[in-house]
């Protein structure tokens, strides 16, 4: 399908794109790697009059470091963060997170930033970027930008913190330096949506594990964090009995959907079942 009619805009400075946004308000969309937004337009599921690409702003693209953080920009690409060695050496996470995130050429175009922005509960960016308390950096009209936590940032489904007149600019990810991590999701053919998916990083020191953070995907209208798991695992040893009673309470508070790939109580079940492989996998390195 053709997508509706638009007016095409393709700032090259941050406050270009936002005085668009203000002119235009909810009449437009912004587009900057295009992998969410496309087929939206395609199956004219929204037709926005305006569609303003921010992918030919220069800062908001790249990755750096900063004190106690590494700081990825909000177009910088899914390819870009998979073969960062700062990514790689401070937020595992998110490096064995994007290797499961679709195929090469999605990877190559979508953007983090895009992705954390379009908010679907099952996204594979979500859960980790919470696990890792992820700070999202906003900016506003008149030059001012306001940093929102991860806890706060996804709203509801489809929705976050990021008002119509505003853009995220960078993502902050505090170093998990040395800490284990992997990312379990369960498909039922290459490059799917996840039914669920489980992202787990943790800290151990002579095999007790000191730290844990668990995030899962498509278990409620945003991503979600196990925090009964967490505190469970904490102080306990990384072995399977120990990770196994502890994960029993992942789907502790959640709020899976039912659909044709599985209804709500098979989640649930997935949910504890791939908490305790991730978990595990994490916990050996």
């Excluded at 895009?114 to 030059?143: R, S």
Aim: hydrophobic share 45%.
């Amino acid at each position: 399908m053709i997508p509706a009619q638009f007016e095409y805009a393709a700032p090259t400075s941050l406050e270009e794109a936002l005085a668009l946004l203000a002119e235009h308000g909810d009449e437009a969309k912004v587009i900057a790697g295009g992998q969410s937004l496309l087929p939206v337009l395609r199956m004219r599921l929204n037709a926005p009059e305006h569609v303003i690409d921010i992918g030919r702003i220069e800062g908001l693209r790249g990755i750096r470091e900063d004190g106690d953080a590494i700081v990825i920009g909000a177009t910088t690409t899914h390819a870009t963060v998979l073969t960062d060695p700062l990514v790689a050496e401070h937020a595992a996470l998110l490096t064995k997170a994007v290797h499961h995130l679709a195929d090469a050429q999605i990877r190559h175009r979508g953007t983090f930033g895009g992705a954390l922005a379009h908010a679907d509960p099952a996204g594979d960016m979500g859960a980790p970027a919470l696990a890792l308390g992820a700070e999202f950096v906003i900016a506003e009209q008149g030059g001012g930008t306001r940093t929102v936590g991860a806890d706060d940032f996804f709203v509801d489904l489809f929705e976050t913190a990021i008002g119509e007149d505003e853009l995220l600019t960078e993502v902050r990810i505090p170093k998990h330096t040395g800490w284990g991590a992997h990312y379990e999701k369960f498909v039922r053919v290459a490059h799917q949506w996840p039914i669920v998916a489980v992202a787990a990083t943790l800290k151990a020191e002579g095999g007790t594990i000191t730290e844990a953070r668990v995030g899962l995907t498509n278990m409620g209208s945003t991503p979600l964090r196990a925090r009964a798991v967490e505190q469970s695992l904490t102080g306990q040893p990384a072995t399977e009995d120990a990770v196994r009673a502890a994960c029993e309470a992942a789907a502790e508070g959640t709020n899976p959907p039912s659909d044709l790939n599985g209804d709500a109580d098979y989640r649930r079940h997935l949910a504890t079942v791939l908490s305790r492989r991730a978990v595990l996998a994490a916990a050996a390195g």
